[in-house]
């Protein structure tokens, strides 16, 4: 089965820090770009960030540039999205997502900034 | 960057409607865009991509339709689990941009 699992979220104070993860399986993770996708509460979808499939270019959000690092891991089938400088505004669902269309999301994991 | 403009920004139905919702991109996107369905507290799914194409496993009641800067989703009979939040969402150029949502309520 075909899936992404989301995890790392939680409540951090503003200028703080946190690590998301994503653990893919079910299918060949280095064959596909990947995104993080964001949802404030109420509020509609926003794209964060993508990577390529080799890993060499990464693209961002202009909300986001200069804060936010995404990267991923072959070996671990995984995808990271290393958040610094954090604000209120990054409060939301943060949604893992296959390809560029993208075709699979994961469940999301909820970050709290405040 | 390319703005992605849905309309209406929500709608009300009956069961067995009709619906069709509109997606403007600010330039042309050929037929790079994709339609999503969200349903409240779950992540997004994936209904068509590149324009027109179901993904696997859609009814066919929805359709997609467009290339350039206009496109439209339809849902031929909307049926009860239909009720929810639509996205369209370019991916002809980074940054990826997303429509603003077009809410399907119950009438």
């Known amino acids: 089965e075909v899936q992404l699992v989301e995890s790392g979220g939680g409540l951090v104070k503003p200028g703080g820090s946190l690590r998301l993860s994503c653990a893919a399986s079910g299918f060949t993770f280095s064959t596909y770009s990947m995104n993080w996708v964001r949802q404030a509460p109420g509020k509609g979808l926003e794209w964060v960030s993508s990577?390529?499939?080799?890993?060499?270019?990464?693209y961002y959000a202009d909300s986001v540039r200069g804060r936010f690092t995404i990267s991923r891991d072959y070996a671990e089938n995984s995808l990271y999205l290393q958040m610094n400088s954090l604000r209120a505004e990054d409060t939301g669902v943060y949604y893992c997502?296959?390809?560029?269309?993208?075709?699979?999301w994961g469940q999301g994991t909820t970050v709290t900034v405040s | 960057d390319i703005q992605m403009t849905q309309s209406p920004s929500s709608l009300s139905a009956s069961v067995g409607d009709r619906v069709t919702i509109t997606c403007r991109a600010s330039q042309g996107i050929s037929n790079y865009l994709a339609w999503f369905q969200q349903k409240p507290g779950k992540a997004p799914k994936s209904l068509i991509l590149a324009a027109s194409n179901l993904q696997s496993g859609v009814p066919s009641r929805f359709s997609g339709s467009g290339s350039g800067t206009d496109f439209t989703l339809t849902i031929s009979s909307l049926q009860p689990e239909d009720f929810a939040t639509y996205y369209c969402?370019?991916?002809?150029?980074?940054?990826?941009?997303f429509g603003g949502g077009t809410k399907v309520e119950i009438k």
């Open positions: 997502a296959r390809g560029r269309t993208p075709d699979v």
């Open positions: 969402q370019q991916y002809n150029t980074y940054p990826l941009t």
């Open positions: 990577i390529s499939t080799s890993g060499i270019s990464a």
